[in-house]
């Protein structure tokens, strides 16, 4: 899902050969979608947030865009926010997704938006338990439409909640640790969602960064992520530093990494394109 990002990609956040299918977004549209998936804007009493933080992409020595990522405990679920804007070719792309799950990591429903000037995208899920095993219905309307139905075996998270289920066991996470766990999220490739195996390496603490970091593999992806025991993330290095992530101190220091490369201004793609 993060085309992100994450591992595909945190997520997590978006690699860069998942990049070209991250069409473009105006961000009111995408705020919209986001609140229906990720649920009210109020805040309850029981809310927690483990991470609210602005980061920066990098693709090689280049500036390649930044973004914006929430992940909140409410009342016994967990909740994940995401706004991204990157820069490709001298265009602007920007996306947003919203996810909720159970507090075990039971995928709840997920929702993504990639909108343009003339067409937008947004793709719904829902999950559902049946007999043998978990279902995620999958609707994609606008610039595409499609109905998916995808089954899930137990114990698959939403890509997105991978930092969650590495903070549910951070007492286990000591150097050497190796541990595995099926994630659900978009392949933009080939206009698909799976499931996929994502396998990790605790290396250790860096008192350095305040964080501990850990080396995780995703089929031909390679990261090294520095995350702290609350969920956030300080740092990410994919495959060998080919891209890079890094947490910001504020929005203005994120947004004025891309405008300093000439971000600034630039046309936003149609989805349809």
């Known amino acids: 899902m993060r085309n992100h990002i994450l591992l595909v990609a ?7 050969q998942a990049a070209h ?26 809310s927690q947030i483990l991470n ?17 990522e929430i992940i909140e405990k409410r009342d016994g679920r967990y909740l994940y926010r995401y706004e991204m804007t990157k820069r490709e070719k001298a265009v602007l792309f920007q996306e947003s997704l919203g996810a909720v799950a159970e507090e075990n990591l039971t995928p709840v429903a997920f ?12 793709v719904n899920g829902t999950y559902a338990r049946e007999k043998t095993s978990g279902v995620m219905n999958i609707d994609v309307k606008g610039a595409r439409v499609a109905a998916l139905k995808r089954h ?24 050497g640790y190796r541990g595995r766990v099926r994630v659900f999220t978009e392949d933009p490739a080939r206009d698909e969602f799976i499931a996929r195996p994502v396998s990790f390496t605790v290396k250790g603490p860096d008192a350095k960064d305040g964080c501990t970091e850990i080396n995780i593999e995703m ?5 090294l992520w520095c995350m702290t025991s609350a969920g956030s ?29 000439g971000g600034a201004g630039k ?7």
Not at 52 to 68: K, L, V
Not at 152 to 174: N, S, Y
Not at 235 to 249: E, H, L
Not at 267 to 273: A, D, H, K, P
């Open 233 to 261: 993330l300080v740092r990410m290095d994919i495959n060998g530093r080919q891209a890079q992530i890094r947490r910001a101190s504020s929005e203005q220091e994120a947004k004025a990494f891309l405008d300093a490369s």
């Open 152 to 175: 899930i075996a137990d114990g698959t998270i939403l890509e997105v909640f991978f930092p969650v289920w590495l903070v549910q066991r951070w007492d286990k996470l000591k150097p």
């Open 219 to 223: 089929e031909n992806t390679r990261s």
């Open 21 to 46: 299918a991250a069409k473009p977004a105006k961000k009111a549209p995408a705020k919209a979608a986001q609140k229906t998936a990720a649920a009210p804007e109020e805040k309850s009493a029981k």
């Open 111 to 122: 929702n993504l938006t990639k909108a343009g000037e003339n067409a937008t995208e947004i």
């Open 52 to 68: 609210d933080a602005w980061y920066t992409m990098q693709s090689g020595s280049s500036p390649w865009g930044y973004f914006h």
């Open 10 to 16: 945190a997520v997590l956040l978006s690699f860069p």
């Open 267 to 273: 046309t936003v793609r149609n989805v349809s394109e």
